[in-house]
């Protein structure tokens, strides 16, 4: 893959993405709605609309691999999740198709389930679906919740932690995750993109440990030396909360956020970062790093 084009190139997961695809050697196409500035050799900027018919063909024009990492945790006006996780990614996968586009990777997220009473695990589900269909071949990707140092997942359990003399906990803490490093995450799209022999059709990319929601936060709590006390809080009053968060600019907790956490996001046995040849790191050892350097 000489050239590729990824759309939403600019986001959490993406800019790492592109990160790889460009250590790799590949010329990368960043899609975003606003050009921006440019970003070094082998990687061009380009304005594009996913809702755009006309826009989607320029940016898939003469490339080589797509990637659609563009997501939506907040409604607001016209975009809705259907119409970013199901019309647009199906406007991206057929672009792609008629442009003669050798691989298609779409970014999904594991428990993604088109019988879900949650609009946006359904749209996520609905839309693998649908990208299949337009391109017949795509390669589903769905990532676990992912942490990084810069994300808003770890740092923010760990100064809450630090400062709450109980910690409010999403339902009674049973839930099951299995958080994966977003590096490891984007690596592994990158190998999806280069790898010449047929992928799979669907990769889960999980980190190497599944923890309860409680387990997880005391995991974080002893590698930070702190014990403190976590506090059940119904999954009622978490959605309530984050509709009126959602009316900030960049809400820090939306109401499909607390829609996921209430379903267990675990690995089944599909392929994941083992066939790909990655060997995923710990959060354990992302955070030891991370304490590391505030210290």
């Not at 939403?8 to 709605?33: N, Y």
């Not at 586009?101 to 839309?127: F, M, N, Q, W």
Request: charged share 20%; hydrophobic share 45%.
């Amino acid at each position: 893959m000489s050239c590729i084009t990824v759309f939403g190139g600019t986001g959490f997961l993406g800019r790492r993405v592109v990160r790889h695809l460009r250590e790799s050697g590949a010329v990368v196409r960043i899609v975003s709605r606003h050009r921006g500035q440019a970003e070094g050799d082998g990687v061009e900027r380009i304005a594009a609309d996913v809702h755009d018919e006309r826009s989607v063909e320029s940016a898939v024009a003469g490339v080589d691999g797509v990637i659609n990492a563009v997501s939506l945790y907040v409604e607001h006006e016209s975009e809705t999740f259907r119409s970013v996780h199901v019309e647009a990614a199906v406007r991206v996968a057929s672009a792609a198709r008629r442009a003669g586009v050798k691989r298609l990777a779409h970014v999904s997220g594991i428990g993604a389930d088109a019988a879900s009473p949650s609009p946006y695990i359904r749209s996520r589900g609905e839309g693998e679906a649908a990208v299949q269909a337009a391109f017949p071949g795509a390669v589903i990707i769905r990532p676990a919740v992912m942490f990084a140092p810069d994300d808003g997942f770890l740092p923010t359990i760990l100064g809450l932690l630090r400062v709450l003399p109980a910690y409010p906990m999403f339902g009674d803490g049973r839930t099951k995750l299995q958080p994966a490093y977003a590096d490891d995450v984007a690596a592994a799209i990158g190998q999806v993109l280069r790898q010449s022999e047929t992928p799979h059709l669907i990769y889960e990319l999980a980190g190497p440990r599944v923890y309860s929601y409680a387990e997880l936060l005391r995991t974080i709590a002893r590698e930070a030396g702190l014990r403190p006390l976590l506090m059940r809080m119904p999954f009622a009053l978490w959605y309530a909360l984050a509709g009126l968060a959602e009316i900030l600019p960049h809400p820090p907790l939306t109401r499909s956020q607390v829609e996921l956490i209430q379903v267990d996001t675990v690995a089944s046995d599909r392929p994941g970062f083992r066939e790909l040849g990655i060997s995923p790191r710990s959060l354990e050892e992302e955070l030891e790093a991370m304490l590391k350097q505030s210290a």
